[in-house]
């Protein structure tokens, strides 16, 4: 065997620790559905334009970490580093900014991004992605950062923040930008980040040198550059934040890794993950459906690393529900009674109730041992004799008690007790 293993940068998700994977992704997505926003399914690749164009040519997701591959019909096709983008694609491709405004929508799925692995930094990655299209209504952002909180707080996480700022938009950034570019003019930069800046000025905010950090601290900032719209529009979202309980802390340096963002910007940040603590993200995003060829539309978004969030609430020593699975396990002793345990399985099945029984011959004890590692509340175990007699043995796993059913009983009886 050559010893085949999962790529770098990428990881198996195995029983039983999966149990925890979906259930961090459902509680996520949870508030989501409460909220009247409805679950889009979009390919994991896309025509390169799409992430190209939207998610932008200067950033490092496009530049550097873009899985891009020509098929065998000659299209230049890449694996989705974001779902945003493919969502937007699709909100255009359907006109559904014909129909009802906003349009809500949620989607759930892999990401790809070609980035240097290390804790909380992977190849392959799962986000929770939400998107609110059509409409420039500040309790709308507000509606979308609380449900991303909700998420997070339905899981018990408590050690987070929420980061927020806006980012301005056509009406005063650009005045902003220039007056960025000539003080940032005036600094001691390393060729690399001349050239960042002028390509996007603000990424040098973000750059975590301490050399470069200790000169930007009369930088300009765009939140005391703001029009007087974009101004209102920030005040109204942090009103609305406010009367819906989310507690946020003011982030005037924050810039995302993507292109797109207008005005409202924010990152939810867990204080114990290290470098990678970065747990969702998103904003407004008023030039992307534009800039994709679609209509000008606004909208709002954001990203939830789920694998990010598992490490958080790990981090946070949280006991996430984990259902065990399965609530009834049939031991059997002998052939006959083999064919009544794999029958009364799949009636339990169809019923709706959570069953399993040993395969492959494996002894009482055997038996006994896979009954109590799956976790059931009840165990029935049922031999030859017990056929004769008409019953099966049920014991409550939590008490140690057995009773003798009758078999006629039994799937009525093990229904009633799940
Ligand atoms: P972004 O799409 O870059 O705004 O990221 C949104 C969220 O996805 C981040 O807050 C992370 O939780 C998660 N994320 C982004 N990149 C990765 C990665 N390489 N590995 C794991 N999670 C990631």
């Not at 359907?94 to 909380?120: C, D, I, M």
């Not at 930088?219 to 309980?245: E, F, I, N």
């Amino acid at each position: 065997m050559s010893g085949l293993v999962a790529p770098k940068g990428t990881f198996d998700t195995l029983p039983p620790e999966s149990a925890r994977f979906l259930a961090v992704r459902d509680t996520l997505t949870a508030p989501l559905r409460r909220a009247g926003y409805g679950y889009v399914e979009t390919p994991v690749f896309e025509d390169t334009a799409v992430f190209a164009r939207g998610v932008g040519e200067s950033t490092d997701v496009v530049s550097k970490e873009m899985y891009t591959f020509t098929d065998r019909g000659d299209r230049s096709l890449t694996l989705r580093p974001e779902l945003t983008a493919g969502l937007v694609r699709a909100f255009i491709e359907h006109r559904l900014y014909a129909g009802a405004l906003p349009v809500k929508l949620w989607s759930v799925g892999s990401a790809f991004r070609y980035e240097r692995p290390q804790a909380g930094r992977y190849r392959h990655f799962t986000q929770v992605d939400v998107e609110a299209l059509g409409v420039d209504d500040p309790a709308l952002d507000a509606e979308v950062v609380a449900l991303a909180d909700q998420g997070y707080r339905d899981l018990g996480l408590t050690d987070y923040e929420l980061q927020l700022t806006s980012l301005g938009d056509a009406t005063c950034r650009p005045q902003y930008r220039e007056l960025l570019t000539s003080f940032l003019a005036g600094l001691d930069l390393d060729d690399d980040t001349r050239r960042r800046a002028e390509i996007n000025p603000l990424r040098v905010l973000d750059d975590k040198r301490p050399e470069v950090q200790s000169q930007l601290v009369d930088a300009p900032l765009m939140v005391d550059h703001l029009s007087d719209a974009t101004k209102a529009h920030y005040d109204a979202v942090r009103q609305h934040l406010a009367d819906l309980g989310v507690a946020w802390v003011e982030a005037p340096r924050l810039v995302r890794g993507l292109d797109y963002y207008t005005k409202t910007t924010f990152e939810f940040v867990h204080a114990r993950l290290g470098s990678q603590s970065g747990i969702g993200g998103g904003g407004r995003y008023d030039g992307l459906s534009a800039a994709l060829g679609g209509p000008d539309v606004s909208g709002i978004g954001y990203a939830v690393g789920v694998d990010r969030t598992i490490l958080a609430v790990q981090a946070e020593g949280l006991d996430v529900a984990v259902a065990s699975g399965i609530d009834v396990f049939v031991v059997h002793l002998g052939e006959e009674a083999k064919r009544f345990a794999v029958r009364l399985v799949g009636q339990l099945r169809a019923a709706g109730v959570a069953a399993d029984t040993v395969y492959g011959g494996r002894g009482l004890k055997g038996a006994m041992k896979a009954a109590d590692r799956s976790g059931a509340a009840r165990v029935v175990v049922v031999g030859e004799r017990d056929l004769a007699e008409g019953v099966a043995q049920v014991k409550t796993m939590a008490t140690g008690e057995q009773v003798a059913v009758p078999l006629t009983e039994l799937a009525t009886s093990l229904r009633a007790s799940v």
